[in-house]
């Protein structure tokens, strides 16, 4: 759908009275062959691949809350591949590859900046740690480069080199950057309802009825609704709702939090983190400074911040980047991440026959929707895994085979 410059401003006058909704609005139908239990990007976008490109159509998207309201609504937007192992690398390399056409595929500008992702080293031992790392994404085939102090000030001129801990370098991966979550997810809402799927809000899975091995139909806050197959793409609440079908995940949920200061003019053109003082930072479309840090260090549900962690945050900001120091924080929040042992998702099939599920995605569940719905849907589709999703199943728990990339995240998570 295309706008004049003339309509849009007719439709901002008149407060988007006249705005056409940009999904249908779907009352739920009693059956389905595909049921999607969560309305954020990953279940968006595992809907719209199912109808697009796997020729499932009969889909619905259940979600408690409005779209988007979850962890996509809640993250600091990121997009990155430079993971260490090779298969966290090829997966997260597949979905960055779709994020650069995401744009062109929903017809809907996500506003993704390629500005790249710096990372810095506050010592000799760490340079190591960072040249090794930078080594294995090479060898992986994803771009990845070493900086020394004097090309982390030329790309920064505002950085304090000389901090509390030096910085003695960094590497860079000029690909990576970060899009507009909210975009990201209407996108997909718009597309997935142009192909047939219906988006269903304010329709909370309460129970769910089983029998042989098999779900029959989760029962709602808008009735019971039965399908062929179902899938879970809830981050925060995986095991609350796998424990309805039986199933136990070896999975705990904390909070991550971050912030935002006041809007301010261009300044800062790429994403920064460090993992030693514990902080990463970047600023958005609106001009916003958006600051994260570590995840906090025991299990919730909460989506709220805390004074201690604004506290640690800004202190490690300031100590980079002192020239935020009178920026005021407008607002923060937190996102609710499920944590698996090894720090990769949990994608596939499970020991119920019909059930799917995404979960585990610690702080990677934004930079992998677009890889993540299109390999979930060919695995619903196909009712066997995607090859990319092979080394992530349930069943490594069992054999051992973990794909340990709790250092991925750039700072302690």
């Known amino acids: 759908m295309r ?15 006249d705005w056409p909704r940009a999904w249908r609005d779907a009352e739920p139908s009693k059956h389905y062959d595909v049921v999607i239990v969560g309305g954020g990007g990953q279940g968006l976008a595992t809907a719209y691949y199912l109808a697009k490109y796997q020729g499932v159509k009969n889909v619905a998207v259940l979600e408690k809350g409005w779209l988007g309201g979850g962890n996509t609504g809640r993250n600091t937007q990121v997009s990155r591949s430079n993971y260490f192992f090779p298969e966290s690398g090829r997966f997260y390399e597949h979905s960055l590859k779709l994020f650069e056409g995401l744009s062109r595929e929903l017809n809907f ?27 294995a ?14 090309d982390i000030k030329k790309r920064i001129p505002e950085i304090n080199l000389d901090c509390r801990f030096p910085i003695w370098g ?35 899975v309460t129970g769910m ?8 139909a989760v029962d709602t806050t808008r009735g019971s609704i039965s399908a062929d197959k179902f899938a879970l793409c809830v981050a925060g609440h995986s095991s609350q709702l796998a424990a309805m079908a039986g199933l136990r995940l070896p999975i705990v949920s ?3 939090q971050a912030m935002v ?22 600023q958005s479309d609106r001009g916003e400074i958006v600051v994260g840090g570590g995840a906090d260090a025991y299990p919730s549900y909460a989506q709220r911040g805390s004074l201690d962690i604004h506290r640690d945050t800004f202190s490690a900001l300031l100590e980079l980047l002192p020239i935020f120091s009178r920026l005021r924080m407008m607002r923060q929040w937190a996102g609710v991440c499920d944590m698996a042992p090894d720090v990769s998702p949990i994608v596939g099939k499970t020991p119920i026959e019909n059930l799917y599920i995404s979960t585990g995605w610690g702080t990677g569940g934004y930079k992998a929707i677009p890889a993540g719905g299109d390999t979930l849907a060919w695995t619903i589709a196909h009712d066997e895994p995607h ?22 995240a750039g700072v302690a998570h």
């Open 137 to 150: 994404i090479g060898m992986n085939g994803i771009d990845s480069r070493m900086l020394s102090r004097e």
């Open 3 to 17: 706008y004049s410059g003339f309509s849009l401003l007719i439709n901002a006058l008149s407060r988007h009275r």
């Open 109 to 135: 500008n996500v506003m993704f900046s390629q500005r790249g992702i710096l990372a810095v080293c506050h010592s000799r031992h760490e340079m190591e740690i960072c040249r090794r790392w930078a080594n």
């Open 209 to 216: 009825e089983t029998s042989d091995s098999r779900i029959k």
């Open 387 to 408: 090859e990319l999703l092979r080394p992530f199943g349930l069943e490594r728990f069992e054999s051992g085979r973990l794909v340990d990339e709790g250092a991925a």
């Open 261 to 282: 200061t006041e809007p301010v003019r261009p300044i800062f053109h790429t994403v920064l983190m460090s993992a030693l003082i514990h902080v990463y930072v970047s």
């Open 254 to 256: 904390i909070p991550l």
């Open 170 to 204: 960094g590497f860079v991966q000029e690909r990576g950057g970060i899009s507009r979550h909210d975009a990201v997810a209407w996108g997909y809402a718009r597309r997935a309802s142009e192909a047939g799927v219906d988006i269903i809000q304010r329709c909370e």
